[in-house]
């Protein structure tokens, strides 16, 4: 993102102010030629932010003995080998398998002191590519556990968001797409047609995070699968602070990512799936590698056939049918998710990393 004068990164994204934050400017002129497909375009700014990068570390520690924690290929692989830089002890953080135009320069994180893995498809991925593995620890994303101890009813919940208090209802929460890519909601709608048997009234389906553009295409879609219009409520992006009166809401809320998108299936770890967990809300999912690593079927979730609407309704109506086994993936799920959280994350991660500085053998 740009940022401007006075920005404030710990505000925005709703951190505490205990690191300092310092603006470098990269490479913007070639801004106007962003588009969503283009190549180019990350390419260049990733060069211009590693060579800002370089320039502010050769100023600020000219004796390259500083740590740099990065999630930028480009900026890991210049900091951390060749005879012409400034070698320094890299850690890379990788939340998944770069752009195809960068995935052939891989091998150049081998110089890296540790490499961060969010998922285990990520770290295989890495290994095939020619890396080594006591180099690499998986660590998911996290949760802000306070954040989602709320305290608040489901009822209360809905007040506060101004959802029906007399019917069920069905929830994703989050954006609808990722890179113009549908994450299941397709899916979703069409396994809202067949949830009538067992239910007295159809629940409500409720998708909360956006873009909205294709409202009308997935209100078309519900009506050729027989899901009334007011059965399903799509909503916009709402303020962070608010996302978890959303889910508390639910009465189900759901994952139903595809598997024939290898990002989704193998290198995303949804931090939806810990939110879930940590707010309290029983869990229906698709039964992809990436979220098989976070929930466990019948445990802490139910875990579907993905892009089948047959075995989605299957699952949530479980759920909304049986209040004691709901109750039991609510308990389950907040107790595994407690090691889970940022803290204990950001604490295996600096383990591992000073394991691999002093040489000493990771305990994990």
Sequence with gaps: MHVTEGFDVHRYFGVRANFEHIPLRAVRWIDPAWTQTSQLWPVVKALGFAAAVRSFLKEQDPGCGSIVWTQDLLLAISLSGGRRSCARRVVYECHGVPMRALRRLLPGLRACLAIIATTGGIRDYLIASG??????????????????????????????????????????????????????????????????????????????????????????????????????????????????????????????????????????????????MAAGVPIVATDIPSLAEILADGQTAVLVEPSNPDAMAAGLRRILLDSEFAEGLVTRAFEGVRVNSWEARAQRMLDFVRSKSTGEVDPH
């Design 131 to 276: 890396l080594e593995k006591h180099k690499i620890l998986v660590v998911p994303n996290a949760v802000d556990l306070a954040r989602f101890q709320i305290g608040l009813s489901r009822s209360e919940c809905r007040r506060r968001v101004g959802l029906p208090l007399d019917r069920m209802i069905i929830g994703y929460i989050g954006k609808f797409r990722t890179y113009e890519i549908e994450k299941g909601i397709p899916e979703l709608i069409a396994a809202m047609g067949l949830l009538g048997k067992g239910l007295e009234r159809p629940p409500l389906l409720l998708c909360v995070g956006g873009p909205l553009d294709r409202v009308e295409q997935y209100l078309a879609l519900g009506s050729a699968s027989g899901v009334d219009v007011d059965s399903m409520m799509f909503v916009d992006f709402r303020p962070r602070d608010e996302i978890v009166l959303w889910m508390r809401a639910c009465d189900v809320c759901t994952i139903p990512f595809p598997e024939t998108v290898e990002h989704f299936a193998r290198f995303a770890s949804p931090m939806k799936a810990f939110e879930y």
